[in-house]
């Protein structure tokens, strides 16, 4: 192996250093600065120019707890802990944490902070031809910011329509429905026919609803507002974005445990049911829940731990936060059965019928709140609280994809960064008009299902496995305890090198193999609320409060799926190939003799 070559040395003869390798076969980085460079020296672009820092620690950990913390701790790990054993779901989603969630995370805070450089950056670094991973996390980035302000843009739908000095908008059907055979279907008539006024295929695209255009460029204005500075806007924003969700969480909870009804929600939310833990879906549930729940292989975390000084202390950094977005995620549970619980004994429905995501937040919540007193306030703050949770994960994900765009092409430094973040905000943006129109709800719930768990995965798998088999883990520890002062101890030492890969490994075969037996895909298919189009559909008069049926996704939409999976993955491979390519040719040429 060569010598170890300061990151000073690479940044200025990277030319050269490249020649070399490519005659060498091999090349052999470093993430640490020169000897000479002190612990809390901001680090200098490729241009020469002093790179951003945050202004205080806490800056950077509201940041990162806001990323962290999103829309899903609040609408869909509840739903789970229902689901798949109540308190006992706990046992395994704690153990992931331990095995997965902590290591992952602390790991990319460590990368970050070691690189002072975006996601492809830091790869790189370890070694040119990594490059491929950090691209291949920006290719996530991007396609989760494209459909992700969307679901913003449906939580501020419900967020206006909450404004009413009556009763909510979504509390009845309009006296010429004939869908309200129950009080409560007035919510899921509400979201399908009013909110999102959903087509009944996914083939069938629709007009645009302007309502909801309205609220997406919105969504996307206020994110640009927020994120146009860089670091230097969001790092003041989230002293509120991040901290008031929890003052609007404590106030529901207050609120839900006086509630009529709150004690059976709770019950019914933390009740063990022990014989679900040998389910083995549950144990690779926890695990999923874990891993997106913190936002793993996205590229933010290392984003935003590379502007931190040298000296702080990133392996604490990772502990708390991780800890904070598990804590949230099961204190949001409390608030969210609270309500339920109150919901079951107003309307009499069963907490059997809930759904993850949209069918929690905007029906099953939306319907208890509207039986409240003072529904509208209620409202206001729920959907005030979920677009800021929401609105924060938007910043890190943008905020990724700003640092690694500018990373990877220097000469954009010197252009305004309202120019380069406006950008970045306006083709989004543009992208995402298609959500607006009355097909949106099936383009999202692809994305969302669909497009990113194989290349998350992938992605975490060789991120790990990059530096602690590649880079090597001794080196890398050595690394950090010369910035933080003391080596990474032996439980991260030991989930790094074998512990989390092979978890990582496990879920990827596992989610194979539950694809095989699942067979084609499928998605869920509105058919209104009509009796005559039930029965045709093969469901029962009586199933009228689901409103939606199993249905095969069409060939076209069966290739986008392979074709968004592959978008990132490919990058992977693809820049390693290019980075050997004369190396390859010459093996080629010898072949050919």
């Excluded at 959903?198 to 927020?226: K, P, Q, R």
């Excluded at 009529?260 to 009740?271: I, N």
Aim: some cysteine; glycine content about 8%.
């Amino acid at each position: 192996m060569s010598q170890d070559v300061p990151l000073a040395s690479y940044t200025k003869l990277s030319g050269q250093i490249e020649e070399e390798t490519l005659d060498a076969g091999e090349v052999e980085l470093s993430l640490k600065e020169t000897n000479s460079s002190s612990p809390d020296k901001e680090e200098g672009d490729e241009d020469g120019e002093k790179r951003e820092s945050w202004g205080r620690k806490t800056e950077y950990m509201l940041a990162l707890i806001g990323y962290a913390v999103g829309i899903g701790n609040i609408w869909r790990f509840p739903y789970l802990c229902h689901r798949y054993g109540g308190g006992s779901f706990l046992i395994p989603y704690i153990i992931m944490l331990v095995l997965l969630g902590i290591p992952l995370f602390s790991l990319e805070t460590c990368l970050g902070q070691l690189s002072s450089k975006g996601a492809p950056g830091a790869f790189a670094m370890m070694h040119p031809a990594l490059r491929g991973i950090g691209l291949a996390a920006m290719v996530v980035d991007l396609i989760c910011s494209y459909y992700y302000n969307s679901i913003i843009m449906w939580v501020l739908r419900y967020f206006f329509a909450s404004f009413t000095t009556g009763d909510l908008p979504w509390s009845s059907c309009p006296e010429t429905s004939t869908c309200c055979v129950h009080e409560h279907n007035a919510t899921t008539y509400y979201w399908y026919y009013e909110a999102l006024k959903t087509s009944n295929d996914i083939s069938i695209v629709g007009s645009v609803d302007w309502y909801l255009f309205g609220c997406l460029i919105v969504a996307w204005v206020i994110c640009f507002l927020c994120m146009c500075k860089g670091i230097e806007s969001s790092g003041k924003v989230v002293y509120f974005t991040a901290t008031f969700p929890y003052v609007i969480l404590l106030i529901l909870f207050f609120r839900g445990v006086t509630l009529p009804g709150a004690k059976d929600g709770v019950l019914y939310y933390l009740t063990p049911k022990f014989e679900k833990l040998r389910d083995p879906t549950v144990w690779r549930t926890a695990a999923t829940q874990i891993f997106y729940s913190l936002g793993i292989s996205f590229g933010s975390v290392v984003a935003y731990s590379s502007y931190n000084r040298k000296s702080n202390d990133c392996i604490k950094d990772g502990v708390v936060v991780t800890l904070i977005n598990c804590g949230t995620s099961i204190f949001g549970g409390f608030v969210i059965f609270s309500i339920l619980g109150y919901r079951a004994q107003k309307t009499g429905t069963s907490f059997e019928n809930l759904k993850p995501g949209p069918g929690l937040a905007f029906i099953a919540i939306t319907d208890a709140i509207s039986e409240m007193k003072g529904g509208p306030v209620w409202a206001i703050l729920f959907f005030f609280m979920l677009f800021l949770l929401g609105l924060d994960s938007q910043f890190g994900m943008l905020e990724s994809l700003l640092t690694s765009v500018k990373d990877e092409i220097p000469a954009l430094n010197k252009v305004r960064k309202e120019i380069v973040s406006g950008s970045i905000c306006l083709v989004l943006c543009l992208l995402a008009i298609p959500m607006s129109f009355q097909g949106g709800l099936y383009m999202l719930d692809l994305l969302d299902n669909w497009s990113l768990s194989y290349p998350l995965l992938i992605i975490a798998f060789l991120e790990v496995a990059a530096v602690a088999w590649i880079y090597g883990i001794k080196r890398f520890c050595k690394e950090i305890q010369g910035m933080i002062g003391y080596q990474p101890n032996i439980y991260f030492q030991a989930t790094w090198f074998v512990i989390s890969p092979l978890v990582i490994v496990v879920l990827i075969i596992s989610g194979i193999v539950l694809s095989v037996l699942d067979g084609y895909p499928q998605y869920e298919k509105f058919v209104g609320c009509d009796n005559a189009t039930l029965i045709e559909q093969g469901l029962a008069p009586e199933a009228r409060d689901s409103w939606v049926t199993k249905d095969q996704y069409p060939g076209i939409f069966v290739l986008l799926i392979v074709v968004f999976n592959l978008m990132s993955c490919l990058m992977i491979p693809g820049w390693a190939l290019y980075w050997y390519k004369d190396k390859i040719k010459g093996v080629l040429l010898s072949l050919r003799r």
